[in-house]
């Protein structure tokens, strides 16, 4: 199975300034068709999960524009370019380019 | 708008089997698949297995082969999870999300979650 690691675990961050997680993967995440399946999911305290990135790189609709993803084969980041309140959570990446798909442990952002 | 609507919470003995399901909404439920994922309390996202809604083709994790079975009724664009001889450890909360119809991984919505808890 791949493996996605995730780095750190446990993220405080002063509102308003920047945040960044890393996630690594044990594999390429690059499909013969040249996508790369990796995506993020926010889940906030006591709610479903919801995705904010698709495709490394892509946003979903009604996610602020101050997340953004990148990366490319192994090495993927997902950054906040000013945390906000409304971000506590728990950021989770997902690869879905190989069977079983599998999830990062979780990065666990708090306002400091 | 998309919806995925699931079932209520479920407190079973172990040994016994749940079946969760999964009411989908708000798109053509056979352009898509569905993904299964459960969270034990306290703990990360773990992805359970994933069924295309166009032919029925599933794949599920190692770990719940021979124990989890998914499937659909497109003719009320629902979606259930089956898993038997339920342990404690079991314990979680059910989630199932819209996924790409060839299981990229995509999960672009999530249902509500539904509590299963395994206890004697």
């Known amino acids: 199975d791949v493996v996605m690691t995730q780095s750190p675990l446990s993220l405080p961050v002063t509102l308003g300034q920047p945040a960044s997680i890393s996630c690594r993967s044990s594999?390429?995440?690059?499909?013969?068709?040249?996508?790369?399946?990796l995506n993020w999911f926010q889940q906030r305290p006591g709610q479903s999960p919801r995705r904010l990135i698709y495709?490394?790189?892509n946003w979903d609709s009604g996610v602020p524009d101050r997340f953004s993803g990148s990366g490319s084969g192994t090495d993927f980041t997902l950054k906040i370019s000013r945390v906000e309140a409304e971000d506590v959570g728990v950021y989770y990446c997902?690869?879905?380019?190989?069977?079983?798909?599998?999830f990062g442990q979780g990065t666990k952002l708090e306002i400091k | 708008q998309v919806q995925l609507v699931q079932s209520g919470a479920e407190v079973k003995k172990p040994g016994a089997s749940v079946k969760v399901s999964c009411k989908a909404s708000?798109?053509?439920?056979?352009?898509?698949?569905i993904s299964w994922v459960r969270q034990a309390p306290g703990q990360g996202l773990e992805w359970m297995g994933w069924?295309?809604?166009?032919?029925?083709?599933?794949n599920y994790a190692q770990k719940l082969q021979g124990r989890v079975t998914m499937t659909t009724d497109t003719s009320t664009s629902t979606a259930y999870m089956e898993l038997r001889s339920l342990r404690s450890d079991d314990t979680a909360v059910y989630y199932c999300?819209?996924?790409?119809?060839?299981?990229?991984?995509?999960?672009?919505?999530w249902g509500q979650g539904t509590l299963v808890t395994v206890s004697s």
């Open positions: 997902m690869q879905g380019t190989h069977w079983p798909h599998t």
């Open positions: 708000g798109y053509t439920f056979t352009s898509y698949g």
């Open positions: 069924i295309s809604a166009y032919n029925g083709n599933t």
């Open positions: 594999q390429s995440l690059v499909y013969s068709d040249g996508n790369t399946y």
């Open positions: 495709k490394v790189s």
């Open positions: 999300a819209r996924d790409a119809l060839e299981g990229w991984g995509e999960l672009s919505s």
